[in-house]
C-alpha cells in the first residue's frame, strides 16, 4: 500500500472500517508499523538466568527474548539462518550455553552468534562465510530494557525509545514505585485468550469509558443485584470491590479524566478510577512509607491511573499490576495476553488481589471479559455490512486538535482513540513511498 492510501483511511473523527478488515492493512501494519513503532516483549524476570528464554512475536514475526552469559537481553529474531527453522518452539525455557537448530545442528551463542555448523568442510569455498546466513541468529533493530520492561523495535533506524514513549513512561514509573523494593517479578505465565477480531478494537476498549454500565450490566450489574439480595455483607469481599465499579455512572466516568501523550499514548484515570476505592491491604502502606516516606508513599498510591494504553498494543494497569499485550494473529484475530507481576516487598495479599482481577477480567473463564468479546466480535461481523463505510470516533471531537502535546479532558473523550490512529497513520508511512 501506498502512504496516500493509508492516511485516506483515517479523517479525525472517523476512520474507514478497511483498518479493522482488509488483509491488505493488516499485511501494510505488520512491515511498517510493528517495524517502527518500539513493541513491548516481555519482562526480564521471565528470564531471570542465564540461557533463559521466552517465544513471542512483535506484529507477525517470531522472536526470542533470551538471557546472554554476559547477563544482557537479546531480542533475536527466531528463525535458523540455515532453512528458515524455528529454533525455540516452547513458550519458556533454558537453552543452556548455545541454541541448537533441531533441524541440522547449526548451533548459535544466546547472543546469536554463529557458534558451530556440522560438517563444515562441504562448505569450503562456497562462499558461506561472506553471507549473512553465516554470522547466525539475526538480532531485532533495537532493544530497551525500561525497569524490566523489555521492548525492541525491528527496525535498525528509526524514533528512540524515549522520544516514543516520553511522559507515558511514568505509569510503569508509578507501577513500579508501588514495590516497596523498588522492582517487580512476574507472578506467573499469563492469561491467554483468543479474540476473533481486529487487535485495534481491543486497544481501543481500553480507554472506551462508555461501555461499562452498559456491556457489563449483565455481568456486573447480577453481581451486584446479588450481593443486595444478600443485605451487603461487611466486609465487602474482594470480588465485589474489584466487580462493582463496572458499573458505575458515566458522570463517574466523565470526572475520572483521560490524558493523552504523543505517539499514541494514553491513560483513563486522572483524576481517580475504578480501582480507587479498594480496601487498604494490611501492612503494604507502612512497608512504602518505610521506603519513600508518608508524603511520597502516599503520592504513589493516590495515582490511580486506570488503563495505560502503550502504543501500538499494550495496556498497564498500575494499581494492580497488570500488562496486557494484545498479539495481532490476521486482521481478525488477537491473543491477549494478561499478566501479573509482583511487588518486591510487599505482602502476599496484594499479589492474590491482582490475581482474582485478572480471572474475573481477562481469563477465557473470566464473567467480565466475554461481554467485550461478545461486542469486538459481533463488530468484526457487523463491519461486513455494506450499510456504511465508516467507524465513528466523534465523541467530543474538536477540529484542528495537536496530538504532538500532552491533554487532559473529560474521561468520556474518544481522544484517545483519535490518537491512537493518528500515531498510526505517522508510523505506517513514515518508510513508506508515496503514490506515483
Ligand atoms: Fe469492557
Redesign the pocket.
Given at each position: 500500500m501506498h502512504a496516500d492510501e493509508i492516511r485516506a483511511l483515517v479523517q479525525g473523527h472517523q476512520v474507514h472500517r478497511d483498518v479493522y478488515t482488509s488483509h491488505a492493512v493488516y499485511q501494510a501494519e505488520m512491515r511498517h508499523l510493528f517495524a517502527n513503532a518500539w513493541i513491548f516483549v516481555g519482562h526480564d524476570s521471565q528470564t531471570p538466568n542465564k540461557g533463559d528464554y521466552i517465544t513471542t512475536q512483535i506484529g507477525d514475526q517470531p522472536v526470542i527474548q533470551v538471557r546472554h552469559s554476559d547477563g544482557n537481553i537479546h531480542i533475536l529474531h527466531n528463525r535458523c539462518p540455515h532453512k528458515g527453522t524455528k529454533i525455540a518452539i516452547d513458550r519458556a525455557g533454558n537453552t543452556g550455553k548455545f541454541f541448537r537448530c533441531p533441524y541440522h545442528a547449526w548451533s548459535f551463542k544466546t547472543n546469536g552468534c554463529r557458534l558451530a555448523i556440522p560438517l563444515k568442510k562441504g562448505y569450503d569455498g562456497t562462499g558461506l562465510e561472506n553471507t549473512p546466513n553465516y554470522e547466525g541468529m539475526a538480532a531485532v533493530g533495537a532493544v530497551e530494557v525500561y525497569h524490566g520492561f523489555v521492548f525492541a523495535r525491528l527496525a535498525y533506524n528509526g524514533i528512540s525509545f524515549e522520544e516514543f514513549f516520553g511522559d507515558s513512561l511514568s505509569s510503569i514509573d508509578n507501577m513500579v514505585a508501588r514495590a516497596p523494593e523498588g522492582r517487580l517479578k512476574i507472578a506467573g505465565p499469563p492469561l491467554r485468550y483468543m479474540h476473533k477480531c481486529n487487535w485495534k478494537m481491543l486497544v481501543e476498549?481500553q480507554t472506551d469509558t462508555c461501555?461499562?454500565m452498559v456491556?457489563?450490566e449483565s455481568s456486573a450489574g447480577t453481581a451486584i443485584d446479588i450481593f443486595r439480595e444478600m443485605g451487603e455483607p461487611e466486609p465487602r469481599p474482594a470480588a465485589m470491590q474489584i466487580i462493582a465499579p463496572f458499573m458505575s455512572a458515566y458522570e463517574f466516568f466523565e470526572s475520572m479524566g483521560i490524558r493523552t501523550w504523543p505517539n499514541g499514548h494514553g491513560h483513563t484515570g486522572v483524576n481517580m478510577s475504578i480501582h480507587s476505592d479498594y480496601d487498604a491491604i494490611p501492612g503494604y502502606y507502612e512497608a512504602l512509607k518505610q521506603t519513600h516516606g508518608e508524603r511520597k508513599a502516599k503520592a504513589i498510591l493516590d495515582e490511580s491511573r486506570h488503563n495505560s494504553v502503550y502504543f501500538p498494543n499494550m495496556m498497564v494497569k498500575a494499581p494492580l499490576q497488570q500488562l496486557r499485550n494484545f498479539i495481532p494473529l490476521g486482521p481478525d484475530k488477537t491473543l491477549v495476553e494478561s499478566y501479573v507481576y509482583r511487588l518486591a516487598g510487599a505482602p502476599d495479599q496484594l499479589v492474590a488481589m491482582s490475581s482474582m482481577y485478572n480471572r474475573m477480567i481477562n481469563a477465557p473463564t473470566s464473567i467480565?471479559g466475554h461481554?467485550?468479546l461478545e461486542m469486538y466480535e459481533r463488530a468484526q461481523e457487523g463491519l461486513q455490512s455494506n450499510g456504511l463505510e465508516w467507524v465513528n470516533l466523534q465523541r467530543l471531537y474538536e477540529t484542528g486538535e495537536d496530538f504532538d502535546v500532552e491533554a487532559v479532558e473529560n474521561g468520556t473523550t474518544e481522544r484517545q482513540m483519535r490518537n491512537q490512529f493518528d500515531a498510526w497513520v505517522k508510523f505506517m508511512t513514515a518508510d513508506m513511498e508515496e503514490a506515483a
Amino acid at each position: 500500500m501506498h502512504a496516500d492510501e493509508i492516511r485516506a483511511l483515517v479523517q479525525g473523527h472517523q476512520v474507514h472500517r478497511d483498518v479493522y478488515t482488509s488483509h491488505a492493512v493488516y499485511q501494510a501494519e505488520m512491515r511498517h508499523l510493528f517495524a517502527n513503532a518500539w513493541i513491548f516483549v516481555g519482562h526480564d524476570s521471565q528470564t531471570p538466568n542465564k540461557g533463559d528464554y521466552i517465544t513471542t512475536q512483535i506484529g507477525d514475526q517470531p522472536v526470542i527474548q533470551v538471557r546472554h552469559s554476559d547477563g544482557n537481553i537479546h531480542i533475536l529474531h527466531n528463525r535458523c539462518p540455515h532453512k528458515g527453522t524455528k529454533i525455540a518452539i516452547d513458550r519458556a525455557g533454558n537453552t543452556g550455553k548455545f541454541f541448537r537448530c533441531p533441524y541440522h545442528a547449526w548451533s548459535f551463542k544466546t547472543n546469536g552468534c554463529r557458534l558451530a555448523i556440522p560438517l563444515k568442510k562441504g562448505y569450503d569455498g562456497t562462499g558461506l562465510e561472506n553471507t549473512p546466513n553465516y554470522e547466525g541468529m539475526a538480532a531485532v533493530g533495537a532493544v530497551e530494557v525500561y525497569h524490566g520492561f523489555v521492548f525492541a523495535r525491528l527496525a535498525y533506524n528509526g524514533i528512540s525509545f524515549e522520544e516514543f514513549f516520553g511522559d507515558s513512561l511514568s505509569s510503569i514509573d508509578n507501577m513500579v514505585a508501588r514495590a516497596p523494593e523498588g522492582r517487580l517479578k512476574i507472578a506467573g505465565p499469563p492469561l491467554r485468550y483468543m479474540h476473533k477480531c481486529n487487535w485495534k478494537m481491543l486497544v481501543e476498549n481500553q480507554t472506551d469509558t462508555c461501555h461499562p454500565m452498559v456491556a457489563h450490566e449483565s455481568s456486573a450489574g447480577t453481581a451486584i443485584d446479588i450481593f443486595r439480595e444478600m443485605g451487603e455483607p461487611e466486609p465487602r469481599p474482594a470480588a465485589m470491590q474489584i466487580i462493582a465499579p463496572f458499573m458505575s455512572a458515566y458522570e463517574f466516568f466523565e470526572s475520572m479524566g483521560i490524558r493523552t501523550w504523543p505517539n499514541g499514548h494514553g491513560h483513563t484515570g486522572v483524576n481517580m478510577s475504578i480501582h480507587s476505592d479498594y480496601d487498604a491491604i494490611p501492612g503494604y502502606y507502612e512497608a512504602l512509607k518505610q521506603t519513600h516516606g508518608e508524603r511520597k508513599a502516599k503520592a504513589i498510591l493516590d495515582e490511580s491511573r486506570h488503563n495505560s494504553v502503550y502504543f501500538p498494543n499494550m495496556m498497564v494497569k498500575a494499581p494492580l499490576q497488570q500488562l496486557r499485550n494484545f498479539i495481532p494473529l490476521g486482521p481478525d484475530k488477537t491473543l491477549v495476553e494478561s499478566y501479573v507481576y509482583r511487588l518486591a516487598g510487599a505482602p502476599d495479599q496484594l499479589v492474590a488481589m491482582s490475581s482474582m482481577y485478572n480471572r474475573m477480567i481477562n481469563a477465557p473463564t473470566s464473567i467480565v471479559g466475554h461481554d467485550d468479546l461478545e461486542m469486538y466480535e459481533r463488530a468484526q461481523e457487523g463491519l461486513q455490512s455494506n450499510g456504511l463505510e465508516w467507524v465513528n470516533l466523534q465523541r467530543l471531537y474538536e477540529t484542528g486538535e495537536d496530538f504532538d502535546v500532552e491533554a487532559v479532558e473529560n474521561g468520556t473523550t474518544e481522544r484517545q482513540m483519535r490518537n491512537q490512529f493518528d500515531a498510526w497513520v505517522k508510523f505506517m508511512t513514515a518508510d513508506m513511498e508515496e503514490a506515483a
